[in-house]
């Protein structure tokens, strides 16, 4: 009996640790500007450079009104997988102000004042000249041009 009772135990403790494969995560902050001013309100997102796409493998924050942003907590697994990252930001300007959310689409412009501030070419991660090596610097200041 004693002996099934170790086994159990060891089973468990096996098991337990074993199933905990979650790749290491690493907390990212920094601030973004955007023509040298606040990119306040600003999407920034981090996309892997190389293998697969999908949401959990990359991460998205929005900036503050200062254009300061964290991702993730330090001592937590939390924040962006290790390796390269496109970065890709978007900032929606309303009657010539930073503004949470908006579309940019044409209509949207005309009808409620709307203008995307970042330029095109920084607002897909397919043609961003921004890549970021994650794991290595938990601070990264962005000026988009």
Not at 56 to 71: I, M, P
Not at 84 to 108: C, E, R, Y
């Amino acid at each position: 009996m004693r002996l099934l009772s170790i086994c159990s135990v060891a089973a468990v403790l096996v098991f337990g640790i074993g199933c905990s494969f979650e790749p290491t995560r690493y907390p990212i902050s920094g601030t973004v500007k955007i023509n040298g001013a606040s990119g306040a309100n600003a999407v920034v997102v981090f996309t892997p450079a190389a293998g697969p796409t999908d949401a959990y493998r990359g991460g998205s924050v929005t900036t503050d009104n200062e254009g300061k942003f964290s991702l993730g907590d330090k001592g937590k697994n939390t924040g962006l997988l290790a390796g390269d990252h496109k970065v890709s930001f978007t900032q929606t300007l309303i009657n010539g102000k930073p503004a949470h959310g908006g579309g940019g689409s044409k209509k949207s412009e005309q009808l409620a004042g709307e203008k995307e501030a970042v330029p095109a070419a920084y607002r897909k991660a397919e043609t961003t000249p921004i890549t970021v090596k994650i794991g290595s610097t938990p601070t990264i200041d962005f000026d988009v041009k």
